[in-house]
């Protein structure tokens, strides 16, 4: 005898399209819209007839590849894309890797007030950009901050920050002060998914808290390391907040000093969106280029290293 057949309620099938309908539909008008809109428009030019005055005397024409051109050959656009891969240089290396040093410490066992510690190295991460950088503008300026007080009454020597090559120092010591913590959560998170039997097996071993550290722990969270690597990469080229609040602060600081602060200036300062949604495509492209070549090469490791 069979049994008969259970009919899904009406509406049961389509309820998970209708759960993810208000979410599709802010994504495409939020950004899948804006990016289409921005492609489309580095595509166009202005063409200007005559004296560029009275109704028609100013039209959107079809520009071709030439905005691209004119951004790969801009000189200040590349000298952006150069300070900020000195930047990157700095940032990425340190950030990662005090990162994953404060992650070992806390997932240490002999670690104590750990959530006190925790909370306090990730907090930096919740302050908002402009206000980190405001505030270490402040402590660099030798005029008004209390390290250059005190260097001075000690007769130390008291380095600009804001000039020349300190500046990238400057700069990146923003960024990591405000990215570590949110780093090193996503590391100690992964860290503490390690299944305690791991960590017997190599106290049985005889394995020091270095060796397990090494050995052990950070092959484990290999993952974890790739994906704040990833972040990392897309943080650094979209750099904005820290040189544009301390650029009334130094001369060393352009308008132009990123290639997003380029962007910025072509759309609002000098209106010429066209250019600017050229130059916005390629740092999406070289973003694009460079995570995805990452990742894939990270991929490919990880099946080399995995067993046969």
């Keep these: 005898m069979t049994s008969p057949t259970v009919r899904k309620p009406y509406g049961v ?3 998970p ?14 950004f899948a819209l804006p990016i289409g809109y921005a492609v489309w428009l580095s ?47 700095i940032v990425v290396p340190v950030m990662l890797g005090l990162a994953l040093l404060f992650a070992l410490m806390l997932d240490s066992e002999r670690v104590r007030l750990a959530p ?9 991460y919740a302050i908002p950009g402009v206000v980190a950088a405001l505030l270490w503008g402040f402590l660099y300026l030798p005029d008004v901050s209390p390290f250059y007080y005190v260097l ?47 960590h017997e097996a190599a106290k049985l071993d ?32 979209q ?5 544009t609040t301390l650029k009334p602060l130094t001369n060393s600081v ?24 050229a130059e916005a495509t390629l740092i999406a492209l070289a973003t694009l280029v460079l995570s995805f070549g990452f990742l894939r090469a990270a991929n490919r490791r990880n099946k080399q290293e995995a067993p046969a």
């Excluded at 560029?52 to 801009?74: I, P, Q």
């Excluded at 006190?116 to 930096?124: D, G, V």
């Excluded at 750099?239 to 040189?243: I, R, S, Y």
């Excluded at 352009?254 to 949604?277: C, Q």
Aim: aromatic share 14%; hydrophobic share 50%; with cysteine.
């Design 13 to 15: 099938k389509g309820a």
């Design 17 to 30: 399209y209708a759960f993810l309908l208000p979410a599709t539909i802010l994504f495409a008008l939020f």
């Design 43 to 89: 595509f166009r030019k202005v063409h200007v007839s005559g004296l560029g005055l009275g109704a028609g005397a100013r039209s959107e024409v079809w520009a071709g590849l030439e905005n691209y051109k004119d951004a790969l050959t801009d000189n200040e656009f590349y000298d952006g894309a150069l300070r900020v891969l000195g930047y990157g240089c």
């Design 116 to 124: 006190f510690t925790r909370l306090a190295i990730f907090l930096p």
């Design 152 to 198: 001075e009454k000690l007769h130390l020597p008291q380095p600009n920050l804001l000039d020349g090559g300190p500046l990238y120092l400057a700069l990146s010591n923003i960024a990591v002060w405000g990215g570590t913590g949110f780093n090193m959560i996503v590391i100690y998170t992964s860290l503490r998914s390690i299944p305690a039997e791991v």
């Design 206 to 237: 005889g394995a020091t808290p270095l060796q397990t550290a090494l050995r052990i722990k950070i092959p484990m969270v290999a993952p974890s390391l790739v994906l704040t690597f990833f972040f990392s990469i897309i943080a650094t080229l």
């Design 239 to 243: 750099v904005f907040n820290e040189p």
């Design 254 to 277: 352009n308008t132009t000093w990123s290639p997003l602060m380029k962007v910025y200036v072509d759309a609002f300062a000098k209106g010429d969106i066209y250019s600017a949604a």
